[in-house]
Protein backbone atom coordinates (compact mmCIF):
# COMPACT_ATOMS: atom_id res chain seq x y z
CA UNK A 1 0.00 0.00 0.00
CA UNK A 2 3.01 1.94 0.77
CA UNK A 3 4.64 1.31 -2.35
CA UNK A 4 1.27 1.89 -4.35
CA UNK A 5 0.99 5.21 -2.77
CA UNK A 6 4.53 6.24 -3.27
CA UNK A 7 4.54 5.17 -6.61
CA UNK A 8 1.17 7.31 -7.44
CA UNK A 9 2.41 10.00 -5.69
CA UNK A 10 5.57 10.09 -7.85
CA UNK A 11 4.21 9.69 -10.82
CA UNK A 12 2.00 12.11 -10.52
CA UNK A 13 5.03 14.98 -8.76
CA UNK A 14 6.62 14.04 -12.22
CA UNK A 15 3.47 14.27 -14.46
CA UNK A 16 2.56 17.87 -12.89
CA UNK A 17 6.00 19.10 -12.90
CA UNK A 18 6.96 17.96 -16.69
CA UNK A 19 3.35 19.69 -17.99
CA UNK A 20 4.39 23.05 -15.72
CA UNK A 21 7.64 23.21 -17.53
CA UNK A 22 6.27 22.51 -21.02
CA UNK A 23 3.25 25.02 -20.52
CA UNK A 24 6.21 27.57 -19.29
CA UNK A 25 7.88 26.74 -22.54
CA UNK A 26 5.12 26.83 -24.62
CA UNK A 27 3.73 30.48 -23.03
CA UNK A 28 7.03 31.92 -22.81
CA UNK A 29 7.45 31.20 -26.77
CA UNK A 30 3.81 32.25 -27.19
CA UNK A 31 4.49 35.59 -25.06
CA UNK A 32 7.82 35.69 -27.09
CA UNK A 33 6.04 35.02 -30.80
CA UNK A 34 2.90 37.64 -29.63
CA UNK A 35 5.31 40.59 -28.84
CA UNK A 36 5.84 40.91 -32.91
CA UNK A 37 3.40 43.28 -35.21
CA UNK A 38 1.45 41.83 -37.34
CA UNK A 39 2.77 42.87 -41.07
CA UNK A 40 0.92 40.53 -43.06
CA UNK A 41 -0.80 41.15 -46.33
CA UNK A 42 0.82 43.03 -49.20
CA UNK A 43 2.39 46.60 -49.28
CA UNK A 44 2.05 48.92 -52.21
CA UNK A 45 4.26 51.86 -52.58
CA UNK A 46 2.82 55.03 -51.63
CA UNK A 47 3.60 57.59 -54.85
CA UNK A 48 2.64 61.37 -54.57
CA UNK A 49 -0.09 62.14 -56.97
CA UNK A 50 0.90 63.40 -60.13
CA UNK A 51 3.99 61.61 -60.16
CA UNK A 52 4.71 58.73 -63.15
CA UNK A 53 3.06 56.11 -61.09
CA UNK A 54 5.21 52.80 -62.40
CA UNK A 55 8.67 54.36 -62.13
CA UNK A 56 10.98 53.51 -59.14
CA UNK A 57 11.58 56.67 -57.26
CA UNK A 58 13.74 56.72 -54.33
CA UNK A 59 11.80 59.93 -52.65
CA UNK A 60 8.37 58.94 -53.42
CA UNK A 61 7.34 62.51 -53.26
CA UNK A 62 8.82 63.83 -56.15
CA UNK A 63 9.65 62.80 -59.90
CA UNK A 64 13.03 60.56 -60.51
CA UNK A 65 16.07 61.72 -62.10
CA UNK A 66 16.99 65.20 -60.99
CA UNK A 67 13.60 66.50 -59.31
CA UNK A 68 14.51 64.03 -56.90
CA UNK A 69 17.41 66.85 -55.83
CA UNK A 70 19.28 64.25 -54.57
CA UNK A 71 22.57 66.33 -52.51
CA UNK A 72 25.22 64.47 -55.22
CA UNK A 73 29.10 65.69 -55.24
CA UNK A 74 29.68 67.14 -58.29
CA UNK A 75 31.30 63.98 -59.40
CA UNK A 76 28.61 62.45 -59.32
CA UNK A 77 25.78 65.07 -60.56
CA UNK A 78 28.05 64.81 -63.98
CA UNK A 79 27.54 60.79 -63.71
CA UNK A 80 23.95 61.66 -63.65
CA UNK A 81 24.15 63.81 -66.31
CA UNK A 82 25.85 62.25 -68.61
CA UNK A 83 23.76 58.83 -67.64
CA UNK A 84 20.23 60.63 -69.17
CA UNK A 85 22.23 61.97 -72.19
CA UNK A 86 23.39 58.43 -73.14
CA UNK A 87 19.86 57.49 -72.84
CA UNK A 88 18.05 60.36 -74.99
CA UNK A 89 20.73 58.82 -76.94
CA UNK A 90 19.30 55.16 -76.80
CA UNK A 91 21.91 53.90 -74.70
CA UNK A 92 21.16 52.20 -70.94
CA UNK A 93 22.78 55.10 -69.30
CA UNK A 94 24.12 54.10 -65.69
CA UNK A 95 21.25 51.64 -65.21
CA UNK A 96 22.30 48.16 -65.28
CA UNK A 97 18.82 47.08 -64.25
CA UNK A 98 17.58 47.36 -67.84
CA UNK A 99 20.36 44.51 -68.82
CA UNK A 100 17.78 42.51 -65.66
CA UNK A 101 20.46 42.96 -63.67
CA UNK A 102 19.20 43.46 -59.44
CA UNK A 103 18.52 46.84 -59.14
CA UNK A 104 19.54 45.98 -55.19
CA UNK A 105 19.86 48.76 -52.44
CA UNK A 106 18.04 51.51 -52.07
CA UNK A 107 16.06 51.00 -55.51
CA UNK A 108 14.22 47.50 -54.95
CA UNK A 109 12.34 49.30 -52.00
CA UNK A 110 10.73 51.04 -54.43
CA UNK A 111 9.44 47.50 -55.37
CA UNK A 112 5.08 47.32 -55.52
CA UNK A 113 3.44 44.29 -53.67
CA UNK A 114 6.06 43.53 -50.94
CA UNK A 115 5.54 41.00 -48.22
CA UNK A 116 6.94 40.93 -44.56
CA UNK A 117 7.22 37.66 -42.95
CA UNK A 118 8.73 38.48 -39.53
CA UNK A 119 10.16 35.62 -37.48
CA UNK A 120 12.12 36.15 -34.16
CA UNK A 121 15.46 35.67 -36.30
CA UNK A 122 14.80 36.99 -39.50
CA UNK A 123 12.36 39.43 -41.33
CA UNK A 124 11.96 38.43 -45.04
CA UNK A 125 11.09 40.46 -47.15
CA UNK A 126 9.54 39.34 -50.44
CA UNK A 127 9.70 41.44 -53.65
CA UNK A 128 9.76 40.46 -57.10
CA UNK A 129 11.27 40.93 -60.98
CA UNK A 130 15.36 41.19 -60.63
CA UNK A 131 15.34 41.57 -56.65
CA UNK A 132 13.09 38.81 -55.36
CA UNK A 133 13.99 39.20 -51.32
CA UNK A 134 15.85 40.39 -48.71
CA UNK A 135 16.42 39.08 -45.29
CA UNK A 136 16.81 40.96 -41.99
CA UNK A 137 18.73 38.91 -39.41
CA UNK A 138 17.28 40.13 -36.06
CA UNK A 139 19.12 37.22 -34.14
CA UNK A 140 21.60 39.36 -32.40
CA UNK A 141 24.35 38.72 -34.63
CA UNK A 142 27.60 40.34 -34.86
CA UNK A 143 28.78 41.95 -38.09
CA UNK A 144 30.50 38.94 -40.34
CA UNK A 145 34.03 39.50 -40.50
CA UNK A 146 34.33 39.01 -44.31
CA UNK A 147 31.11 40.05 -45.92
CA UNK A 148 30.34 38.56 -49.80
CA UNK A 149 29.28 42.01 -51.87
CA UNK A 150 25.78 41.75 -53.24
CA UNK A 151 23.26 44.47 -54.39
CA UNK A 152 20.90 43.87 -51.60
CA UNK A 153 23.62 43.87 -49.07
CA UNK A 154 23.80 42.19 -45.39
CA UNK A 155 20.82 43.78 -43.04
CA UNK A 156 20.88 42.81 -39.29
CA UNK A 157 18.44 44.61 -37.50
CA UNK A 158 16.79 45.36 -34.04
CA UNK A 159 13.04 45.02 -32.82
CA UNK A 160 12.45 47.72 -29.96
CA UNK A 161 9.08 48.83 -28.72
CA UNK A 162 9.80 52.87 -27.86
CA UNK A 163 6.25 52.94 -26.85
CA UNK A 164 6.59 50.66 -24.37
CA UNK A 165 3.02 48.94 -24.43
CA UNK A 166 5.02 45.49 -24.01
CA UNK A 167 4.95 44.76 -28.47
CA UNK A 168 7.84 45.81 -30.60
CA UNK A 169 6.85 48.27 -32.94
CA UNK A 170 9.61 49.23 -34.68
CA UNK A 171 12.29 47.48 -36.87
CA UNK A 172 15.91 49.41 -37.29
CA UNK A 173 18.23 47.69 -39.84
CA UNK A 174 21.50 48.62 -41.05
CA UNK A 175 22.52 47.18 -44.15
CA UNK A 176 26.07 47.19 -45.69
CA UNK A 177 28.30 45.16 -48.61
CA UNK A 178 27.44 45.81 -51.87
CA UNK A 179 27.85 45.42 -55.35
CA UNK A 180 27.39 47.51 -58.22
CA UNK A 181 26.85 49.91 -59.93
CA UNK A 182 23.18 50.73 -58.62
CA UNK A 183 21.04 53.63 -59.41
CA UNK A 184 18.48 54.69 -57.40
CA UNK A 185 16.34 55.10 -60.35
CA UNK A 186 16.01 54.30 -64.21
CA UNK A 187 17.45 58.01 -64.88
CA UNK A 188 20.97 56.22 -63.77
CA UNK A 189 20.95 58.69 -60.12
CA UNK A 190 23.87 57.18 -59.32
CA UNK A 191 25.09 55.76 -55.67
CA UNK A 192 29.08 55.66 -55.37
CA UNK A 193 31.07 53.34 -57.80
CA UNK A 194 32.85 52.49 -54.88
CA UNK A 195 30.03 50.28 -53.43
CA UNK A 196 30.81 51.37 -49.68
CA UNK A 197 27.08 52.73 -48.94
CA UNK A 198 25.31 52.25 -45.77
CA UNK A 199 21.68 51.47 -44.85
CA UNK A 200 20.04 52.78 -41.49
CA UNK A 201 16.12 52.30 -42.07
CA UNK A 202 13.07 51.97 -39.35
CA UNK A 203 10.37 50.45 -40.16
CA UNK A 204 6.82 50.68 -38.58
CA UNK A 205 3.54 50.96 -38.78
CA UNK A 206 1.89 54.48 -39.04
CA UNK A 207 0.91 55.86 -35.67
CA UNK A 208 -2.59 56.59 -37.38
CA UNK A 209 -3.32 54.41 -39.69
CA UNK A 210 -1.84 50.23 -39.51
CA UNK A 211 -2.44 49.83 -43.17
CA UNK A 212 0.24 52.93 -43.41
CA UNK A 213 3.68 51.07 -43.04
CA UNK A 214 7.05 53.49 -43.32
CA UNK A 215 10.44 52.45 -43.84
CA UNK A 216 12.73 55.49 -43.24
CA UNK A 217 15.38 55.23 -45.14
CA UNK A 218 18.69 57.42 -44.25
CA UNK A 219 21.96 56.50 -47.12
CA UNK A 220 25.40 57.38 -46.30
CA UNK A 221 27.29 56.96 -49.28
CA UNK A 222 30.30 58.81 -50.90
CA UNK A 223 28.27 60.43 -54.16
CA UNK A 224 26.49 62.44 -51.85
CA UNK A 225 27.46 66.02 -49.71
CA UNK A 226 25.48 64.65 -46.85
CA UNK A 227 23.13 61.66 -45.75
CA UNK A 228 19.81 61.59 -47.90
CA UNK A 229 16.60 60.88 -46.01
CA UNK A 230 13.21 59.82 -47.24
CA UNK A 231 10.59 58.58 -45.83
CA UNK A 232 9.14 55.46 -48.29
CA UNK A 233 5.58 54.63 -47.17
CA UNK A 234 3.34 51.43 -48.25
CA UNK A 235 -0.19 51.03 -48.40
CA UNK A 236 -1.80 47.64 -47.01
CA UNK A 237 -3.63 45.67 -50.12
CA UNK A 238 -7.17 45.38 -48.18
CA UNK A 239 -7.93 42.18 -50.01
CA UNK A 240 -6.44 39.21 -47.43
CA UNK A 241 -5.66 36.72 -50.27
CA UNK A 242 -3.74 39.36 -52.93
CA UNK A 243 -2.76 38.37 -56.32
CA UNK A 244 1.35 37.68 -56.08
CA UNK A 245 2.72 38.27 -59.64
CA UNK A 246 5.45 36.02 -59.98
CA UNK A 247 7.73 39.21 -61.33
CA UNK A 248 10.63 37.97 -63.93
CA UNK A 249 12.40 41.03 -65.78
CA UNK A 250 13.72 38.82 -68.32
CA UNK A 251 10.35 37.91 -69.59
CA UNK A 252 8.74 39.83 -72.09
CA UNK A 253 12.32 42.24 -71.94
CA UNK A 254 12.98 43.31 -75.45
CA UNK A 255 16.32 45.10 -75.25
CA UNK A 256 20.13 42.85 -75.33
CA UNK A 257 23.33 44.06 -74.28
CA UNK A 258 26.42 42.76 -76.76
CA UNK A 259 29.49 44.38 -75.30
CA UNK A 260 29.23 48.15 -74.19
CA UNK A 261 26.25 48.57 -77.31
CA UNK A 262 22.31 48.27 -76.49
CA UNK A 263 20.28 46.89 -78.92
CA UNK A 264 16.36 46.58 -79.15
CA UNK A 265 14.73 43.06 -80.35
CA UNK A 266 12.03 43.57 -82.85
CA UNK A 267 8.78 41.86 -83.03
CA UNK A 268 10.35 39.02 -85.44
CA UNK A 269 13.06 38.93 -83.03
CA UNK A 270 15.77 40.42 -85.07
CA UNK A 271 18.48 42.85 -83.93
CA UNK A 272 17.04 46.71 -84.12
CA UNK A 273 19.52 50.06 -83.33
CA UNK A 274 18.45 52.02 -80.26
CA UNK A 275 19.75 55.30 -81.67
CA UNK A 276 20.18 56.65 -84.77
CA UNK A 277 23.20 55.80 -86.90
CA UNK A 278 23.65 52.84 -84.37
CA UNK A 279 26.11 50.28 -86.23
CA UNK A 280 25.27 47.14 -86.21
CA UNK A 281 27.22 44.43 -84.15
CA UNK A 282 30.39 43.20 -85.27
CA UNK A 283 30.26 39.85 -86.54
CA UNK A 284 33.84 38.96 -87.29
CA UNK A 285 33.65 35.84 -85.34
CA UNK A 286 31.25 34.21 -88.38
CA UNK A 287 32.11 32.68 -91.83
CA UNK A 288 31.39 35.16 -94.57
CA UNK A 289 27.93 34.28 -95.71
CA UNK A 290 28.26 32.51 -99.38
CA UNK A 291 27.14 34.64 -102.35
CA UNK B 1 -0.67 -8.40 -5.52
CA UNK B 2 1.88 -6.10 -5.33
CA UNK B 3 2.39 -6.19 -9.01
CA UNK B 4 -1.04 -5.51 -9.58
CA UNK B 5 -0.94 -2.79 -7.08
CA UNK B 6 1.75 -1.16 -8.96
CA UNK B 7 0.21 -1.43 -12.36
CA UNK B 8 -2.93 0.05 -11.20
CA UNK B 9 -0.66 2.65 -9.88
CA UNK B 10 1.13 2.95 -13.02
CA UNK B 11 -1.98 3.01 -15.33
CA UNK B 12 -3.81 5.56 -13.44
CA UNK B 13 -0.46 7.79 -13.75
CA UNK B 14 -0.29 6.93 -17.30
CA UNK B 15 -3.74 8.09 -17.88
CA UNK B 16 -3.09 11.48 -15.71
CA UNK B 17 0.18 12.27 -17.78
CA UNK B 18 -1.50 11.32 -21.01
CA UNK B 19 -4.80 13.83 -19.86
CA UNK B 20 -1.86 16.72 -19.49
CA UNK B 21 -0.10 15.80 -22.56
CA UNK B 22 -3.33 16.47 -24.41
CA UNK B 23 -4.24 19.48 -22.45
CA UNK B 24 -0.40 20.64 -23.21
CA UNK B 25 -1.46 19.72 -26.79
CA UNK B 26 -4.44 21.81 -26.98
CA UNK B 27 -2.68 24.73 -25.25
CA UNK B 28 0.15 24.31 -27.34
CA UNK B 29 -2.18 24.81 -30.78
CA UNK B 30 -3.64 28.09 -29.42
CA UNK B 31 -0.31 29.02 -28.93
CA UNK B 32 0.46 29.08 -32.85
CA UNK B 33 3.65 28.42 -34.14
CA UNK B 34 4.39 25.84 -30.97
CA UNK B 35 2.94 22.96 -33.47
CA UNK B 36 4.54 23.21 -36.25
CA UNK B 37 7.78 21.96 -36.97
CA UNK B 38 11.04 23.40 -37.02
CA UNK B 39 12.65 23.25 -40.34
CA UNK B 40 14.44 26.23 -39.96
CA UNK B 41 18.01 26.27 -41.47
CA UNK B 42 19.59 25.85 -45.25
CA UNK B 43 18.78 22.30 -46.87
CA UNK B 44 21.12 21.11 -50.00
CA UNK B 45 20.00 18.67 -52.78
CA UNK B 46 20.88 14.70 -51.14
CA UNK B 47 23.39 13.76 -53.39
CA UNK B 48 23.59 10.12 -54.32
CA UNK B 49 27.62 9.13 -55.13
CA UNK B 50 28.31 8.00 -58.06
CA UNK B 51 25.18 9.70 -60.16
CA UNK B 52 27.63 12.19 -62.43
CA UNK B 53 26.37 14.87 -64.35
CA UNK B 54 23.90 17.72 -63.72
CA UNK B 55 21.37 17.54 -60.79
CA UNK B 56 18.23 15.53 -61.75
CA UNK B 57 14.57 15.16 -60.69
CA UNK B 58 15.03 11.64 -59.52
CA UNK B 59 17.90 12.05 -57.44
CA UNK B 60 18.92 8.25 -57.51
CA UNK B 61 19.40 8.16 -60.69
CA UNK B 62 21.12 10.45 -63.43
CA UNK B 63 19.44 13.49 -65.23
CA UNK B 64 18.34 13.02 -69.14
CA UNK B 65 17.67 9.84 -70.45
CA UNK B 66 19.20 8.18 -67.33
CA UNK B 67 15.84 9.56 -65.67
CA UNK B 68 13.77 6.22 -67.24
CA UNK B 69 10.90 9.05 -67.39
CA UNK B 70 7.88 7.27 -68.11
CA UNK B 71 7.48 9.77 -71.39
CA UNK B 72 4.78 9.00 -73.93
CA UNK B 73 6.76 8.12 -77.17
CA UNK B 74 6.17 11.81 -78.81
CA UNK B 75 7.83 13.70 -75.83
CA UNK B 76 10.72 11.15 -75.69
CA UNK B 77 11.61 12.49 -78.88
CA UNK B 78 11.42 15.50 -77.77
CA UNK B 79 14.15 14.50 -75.23
CA UNK B 80 16.26 12.74 -77.71
CA UNK B 81 16.07 15.75 -79.94
CA UNK B 82 17.13 18.36 -77.05
CA UNK B 83 19.66 15.50 -76.22
CA UNK B 84 21.30 16.23 -79.57
CA UNK B 85 20.49 19.81 -79.59
CA UNK B 86 22.59 20.38 -76.97
CA UNK B 87 25.20 18.25 -78.26
CA UNK B 88 25.66 20.67 -81.65
CA UNK B 89 25.50 23.83 -79.18
CA UNK B 90 21.93 24.23 -78.84
CA UNK B 91 20.11 24.34 -75.89
CA UNK B 92 17.50 21.87 -76.80
CA UNK B 93 14.12 21.71 -74.42
CA UNK B 94 16.20 23.90 -71.78
CA UNK B 95 16.12 27.02 -74.07
CA UNK B 96 14.00 29.14 -72.02
CA UNK B 97 16.24 28.40 -68.84
CA UNK B 98 18.92 29.06 -70.69
CA UNK B 99 17.45 32.91 -70.94
CA UNK B 100 17.17 32.94 -67.85
CA UNK B 101 13.49 32.99 -67.15
CA UNK B 102 12.23 30.88 -64.24
CA UNK B 103 12.38 27.25 -64.51
CA UNK B 104 9.73 26.51 -62.77
CA UNK B 105 7.98 23.07 -61.28
CA UNK B 106 9.42 20.82 -60.77
CA UNK B 107 13.14 21.92 -61.42
CA UNK B 108 12.97 24.68 -59.02
CA UNK B 109 12.76 22.28 -56.40
CA UNK B 110 16.19 20.40 -57.47
CA UNK B 111 18.15 22.91 -55.15
CA UNK B 112 20.41 23.86 -57.03
CA UNK B 113 21.30 26.29 -54.15
CA UNK B 114 20.25 25.58 -50.89
CA UNK B 115 16.39 25.90 -49.93
CA UNK B 116 15.06 27.52 -46.89
CA UNK B 117 11.50 26.55 -45.97
CA UNK B 118 9.73 29.62 -43.39
CA UNK B 119 6.83 28.00 -41.80
CA UNK B 120 3.47 30.22 -41.03
CA UNK B 121 0.26 28.78 -40.09
CA UNK B 122 -1.25 30.76 -43.42
CA UNK B 123 1.51 29.92 -46.02
CA UNK B 124 4.81 27.93 -46.32
CA UNK B 125 7.39 29.83 -48.17
CA UNK B 126 10.11 27.56 -50.02
CA UNK B 127 12.89 30.95 -50.67
CA UNK B 128 14.57 29.19 -53.96
CA UNK B 129 16.91 32.07 -55.10
CA UNK B 130 18.09 32.56 -58.81
CA UNK B 131 15.64 32.92 -61.43
CA UNK B 132 13.44 31.02 -59.17
CA UNK B 133 12.45 33.65 -56.60
CA UNK B 134 10.40 31.59 -53.90
CA UNK B 135 7.32 29.22 -54.15
CA UNK B 136 3.98 30.33 -51.22
CA UNK B 137 2.49 27.32 -50.55
CA UNK B 138 -1.11 28.63 -48.95
CA UNK B 139 -2.16 26.69 -45.81
CA UNK B 140 -5.29 28.67 -44.81
CA UNK B 141 -7.83 26.87 -45.76
CA UNK B 142 -8.43 28.49 -48.98
CA UNK B 143 -10.06 27.10 -52.18
CA UNK B 144 -8.43 26.71 -55.19
CA UNK B 145 -9.65 30.26 -57.25
CA UNK B 146 -11.51 30.17 -60.21
CA UNK B 147 -8.86 31.69 -62.41
CA UNK B 148 -5.12 31.16 -61.64
CA UNK B 149 -2.24 33.62 -62.81
CA UNK B 150 -0.37 31.09 -65.19
CA UNK B 151 2.85 31.02 -63.64
CA UNK B 152 6.33 29.15 -63.72
CA UNK B 153 6.13 27.66 -60.14
CA UNK B 154 2.38 27.33 -60.31
CA UNK B 155 -0.46 27.56 -57.38
CA UNK B 156 0.02 25.61 -54.17
CA UNK B 157 -2.43 24.68 -51.87
CA UNK B 158 -1.32 22.52 -48.63
CA UNK B 159 -2.91 21.19 -45.53
CA UNK B 160 -0.74 20.41 -41.93
CA UNK B 161 -1.36 16.58 -40.96
CA UNK B 162 -0.08 15.20 -37.43
CA UNK B 163 0.56 11.55 -39.21
CA UNK B 164 2.06 10.30 -35.32
CA UNK B 165 -0.52 11.78 -33.27
CA UNK B 166 2.16 13.29 -31.32
CA UNK B 167 0.00 16.95 -30.83
CA UNK B 168 2.51 18.59 -33.61
CA UNK B 169 2.37 18.76 -37.02
CA UNK B 170 4.86 16.63 -39.02
CA UNK B 171 3.52 16.22 -42.90
CA UNK B 172 2.68 19.08 -45.11
CA UNK B 173 0.67 17.67 -48.26
CA UNK B 174 0.74 19.88 -51.18
CA UNK B 175 -0.73 20.52 -54.77
CA UNK B 176 -0.02 22.59 -56.84
CA UNK B 177 -1.93 23.46 -60.28
CA UNK B 178 -1.45 25.79 -63.44
CA UNK B 179 -1.44 27.10 -65.66
CA UNK B 180 1.99 26.90 -66.10
CA UNK B 181 4.46 28.89 -68.23
CA UNK B 182 6.64 27.68 -70.35
CA UNK B 183 8.67 25.32 -71.79
CA UNK B 184 9.36 23.57 -68.66
CA UNK B 185 12.29 20.88 -68.29
CA UNK B 186 12.52 18.27 -65.18
CA UNK B 187 16.54 19.42 -65.85
CA UNK B 188 19.21 20.38 -67.69
CA UNK B 189 18.91 17.97 -70.48
CA UNK B 190 15.46 19.37 -71.77
CA UNK B 191 13.58 16.42 -70.16
CA UNK B 192 10.16 18.13 -71.14
CA UNK B 193 7.11 18.41 -69.61
CA UNK B 194 3.90 18.30 -71.94
CA UNK B 195 3.83 21.80 -73.74
CA UNK B 196 -0.20 22.32 -72.51
CA UNK B 197 1.18 23.84 -68.92
CA UNK B 198 -1.82 21.50 -67.25
CA UNK B 199 0.50 19.32 -64.97
CA UNK B 200 -0.31 18.58 -61.21
CA UNK B 201 1.98 17.88 -58.69
CA UNK B 202 1.30 16.60 -55.74
CA UNK B 203 3.87 16.86 -52.74
CA UNK B 204 4.24 15.52 -49.75
CA UNK B 205 6.77 17.23 -47.17
CA UNK B 206 8.22 15.86 -43.81
CA UNK B 207 11.23 15.05 -41.93
CA UNK B 208 13.09 11.82 -42.15
CA UNK B 209 12.01 9.98 -39.07
CA UNK B 210 15.15 8.86 -38.04
CA UNK B 211 17.42 11.56 -38.97
CA UNK B 212 15.58 15.15 -38.57
CA UNK B 213 18.34 16.96 -40.66
CA UNK B 214 16.65 15.13 -43.81
CA UNK B 215 14.00 16.54 -45.46
CA UNK B 216 11.57 14.65 -47.84
CA UNK B 217 9.57 16.05 -51.03
CA UNK B 218 7.52 13.12 -52.43
CA UNK B 219 6.33 14.56 -55.23
CA UNK B 220 4.23 12.94 -57.96
CA UNK B 221 3.75 14.60 -61.28
CA UNK B 222 0.78 14.07 -63.24
CA UNK B 223 1.51 15.62 -66.88
CA UNK B 224 0.46 14.49 -70.11
CA UNK B 225 3.67 13.77 -71.09
CA UNK B 226 3.70 11.26 -69.15
CA UNK B 227 1.95 7.16 -69.51
CA UNK B 228 1.50 7.32 -65.63
CA UNK B 229 2.47 9.09 -62.85
CA UNK B 230 5.65 9.88 -62.12
CA UNK B 231 6.53 9.50 -58.00
CA UNK B 232 10.08 10.52 -56.46
CA UNK B 233 11.25 11.04 -53.39
CA UNK B 234 13.77 14.17 -53.22
CA UNK B 235 15.66 14.48 -50.16
CA UNK B 236 17.19 17.40 -48.50
CA UNK B 237 20.32 17.67 -45.90
CA UNK B 238 19.96 20.82 -43.11
CA UNK B 239 23.40 22.72 -43.05
CA UNK B 240 25.21 22.05 -39.54
CA UNK B 241 25.79 25.94 -39.21
CA UNK B 242 23.80 28.21 -37.32
CA UNK B 243 24.17 30.88 -40.12
CA UNK B 244 24.42 30.05 -43.34
CA UNK B 245 25.41 31.95 -46.04
CA UNK B 246 22.83 32.72 -48.28
CA UNK B 247 24.59 33.34 -51.57
CA UNK B 248 22.80 35.86 -53.93
CA UNK B 249 22.93 34.40 -57.46
CA UNK B 250 21.63 35.74 -60.43
CA UNK B 251 21.17 34.02 -64.09
CA UNK B 252 21.70 37.34 -65.78
CA UNK B 253 25.05 38.02 -64.06
CA UNK B 254 28.25 37.11 -66.22
CA UNK B 255 25.95 35.10 -68.54
CA UNK B 256 28.25 35.31 -71.44
CA UNK B 257 25.30 34.01 -73.72
CA UNK B 258 22.37 35.86 -75.18
CA UNK B 259 19.62 34.79 -77.61
CA UNK B 260 18.82 36.91 -80.47
CA UNK B 261 15.70 35.50 -81.86
CA UNK B 262 15.47 32.07 -81.29
CA UNK B 263 19.26 32.18 -81.82
CA UNK B 264 22.01 31.05 -78.82
CA UNK B 265 25.29 32.80 -79.25
CA UNK B 266 28.14 34.00 -77.22
CA UNK B 267 29.93 37.34 -76.24
CA UNK B 268 33.32 36.69 -76.82
CA UNK B 269 35.99 38.58 -73.92
CA UNK B 270 36.18 41.25 -76.91
CA UNK B 271 32.36 41.97 -76.71
CA UNK B 272 31.68 40.65 -80.17
CA UNK B 273 29.09 37.76 -81.00
CA UNK B 274 30.84 34.30 -81.88
CA UNK B 275 28.88 30.94 -83.05
CA UNK B 276 27.84 29.00 -80.26
CA UNK B 277 27.94 26.14 -82.41
CA UNK B 278 29.97 24.82 -85.84
CA UNK B 279 28.49 26.83 -89.03
CA UNK B 280 26.09 28.75 -87.56
CA UNK B 281 24.90 31.80 -89.03
CA UNK B 282 25.19 34.96 -88.12
CA UNK B 283 22.08 37.42 -86.93
CA UNK B 284 20.00 39.05 -88.92
CA UNK B 285 21.17 42.77 -89.50
CA UNK B 286 18.41 44.07 -91.86
CA UNK B 287 17.07 46.89 -89.36
CA UNK B 288 20.52 48.11 -89.63
CA UNK B 289 21.87 50.67 -92.72
CA UNK B 290 24.35 48.95 -94.86
CA UNK B 291 28.18 49.83 -93.32
CA UNK B 292 29.98 51.73 -95.80
CA UNK B 293 33.16 49.41 -97.50
Redesign the interface.
Known sequence: ?V??GS??AF??A???T??AT??AM??A??AD?AKYPSW?GQWNAIVAPGLEGRQFKFDPTKSRGLAQEAPLTPEYQKVLADSMAEQANGGLGNYPTA????GGMPRMMATQAQEY?I?P?TT?I?L?G?D??R?I?T?G?DWPKEI?P???GYSIGEWSEPDAQGRYTLLSVETRGFKGPRAYDSSGLPLAFDNQSVFKERFHLDKDNPNILHDEITVYDHALTRPWSVDKTFRRNPNP?P?????????GNNQ?????ENYF??A??????TRK???????????P?RK | MMQRGRWRATAAGCRLMAAMVSLIATLSAGAGAAEYPDWRGAWSRFVVRGIGGQPSFDQTKPWGLGQQAPLTAEYQKILEDSIADQAKGGQGNFVEHAQCLPAGMPFMMVATRPLEFVVTPDTTYILVGGSDHYRRIFTDGREWPKEIEPSYSGYSIGHWIDADGSGRFTVLEAETRGPFKGRRAYDASGLPLHYDNESVFKERFHQDKSESNILHDEITVFDHALTRPWSVDKKYVRHPQAHPDWVEAYCTEGSAMVFVGKEAYWVSADGNLMPIRKDQPPPDLKYFKPTPR
Do not use: H
Open positions: MYRTEVALTVLTLLTARAEKRCLPITEYLGEPLRYDRDTYQRKWNEGSCVEVVIGKFSDGNLMPDQPPPDLKYFKA
